[in-house]
């Protein structure tokens, strides 16, 4: 399988604080995506980084790829109590149309 | 802003039973796939389609079938319910181009009693 795997499973940070997940994968992509999930419901789309990029920002995000490693991060920073979420990062692989996705990351930010 | 719409939020069948879990989407979005979650394992893909009557097994299509007849509509079906398909079922829709986000519905748990 070419699932992704994140890193670690359950986080809890203070708000303000700044939150790190990481994700691992085994296969060559095409683009890395971030979704996130609220307790109970269907997963949103964060933020979208191709194979031949190694950063990209969107508000208080942050993504890395580095596709040498097979690996890539998501930083929050000044992390707020709304933030509190389930995590998942994504890779398309061969089919471009097809979509892996690990276990996640539990996000707990306490006010 | 697309919209994925899953008929049920919560559903409750008995072992044996054939269930149908619909989901529509109002994009006109080629791709369409049903994922199950369940803790610990994340989302596993069960079948997609990219396009009307077309369809590929993902990884754990076993006990499962689908069914796209309109480009806005994909069912899945369980044909005989068991219990260890007990699990949050996700619809998603997503375009084809090559950069396009999977646009979720908001799930629907099943549990097979």
């Known amino acids: 399988s070419q699932q992704g795997e994140e890193d670690p499973q359950a986080l809890s940070i203070q708000e303000g604080e700044n939150a790190t997940m990481n994700c691992s994968y085994k296969t060559s992509i095409n683009n890395l995506q971030w979704y996130r999930q609220n307790s109970g419901r269907g997963l949103v789309h964060l933020i979208l980084i191709r194979s031949n990029e190694r950063e990209k920002h969107s508000g208080r995000l942050r993504v890395t790829l580095d596709t040498s490693k097979k690996s890539s991060s998501l930083l929050i920073t000044a992390s707020r109590a709304a933030d509190t979420a389930s995590y998942f990062c994504?890779?398309?692989?061969?089919?471009?149309?097809?979509?892996?996705f690990g276990s996640g990351t539990k996000l707990n930010v306490k006010p | 802003d697309v919209k994925v719409t899953q008929s049920s939020r919560y559903l409750v069948k008995r072992t044996g039973e054939k269930v149908f879990l619909e989901c529509v989407q109002d994009?006109?979005?080629?791709?369409m796939f049903w994922y199950r979650q369940d803790p610990g394992l994340g989302l596993r893909l069960i079948y997609f389609s990219y396009d009307v009557k077309m369809k590929e097994k993902g990884d754990i299509p076993e006990g499962y079938s689908v069914s796209r007849e309109k480009k806005e509509r994909f069912s899945l079906i369980l044909e005989s319910a068991s219990t260890n398909q007990t699990s949050m079922y996700l619809c998603?829709?997503?375009?084809?181009?090559?950069?396009?986000?999977?646009?979720f519905g908001n799930g629907t748990r099943l549990t097979v009693t």
């Open positions: 994009m006109d979005h080629e791709n």
């Open positions: 994504a890779t398309d692989g061969v089919n471009f149309n097809k979509f892996y």
């Open positions: 998603a829709s997503s375009s084809d181009r090559l950069d396009s986000p999977l646009h």
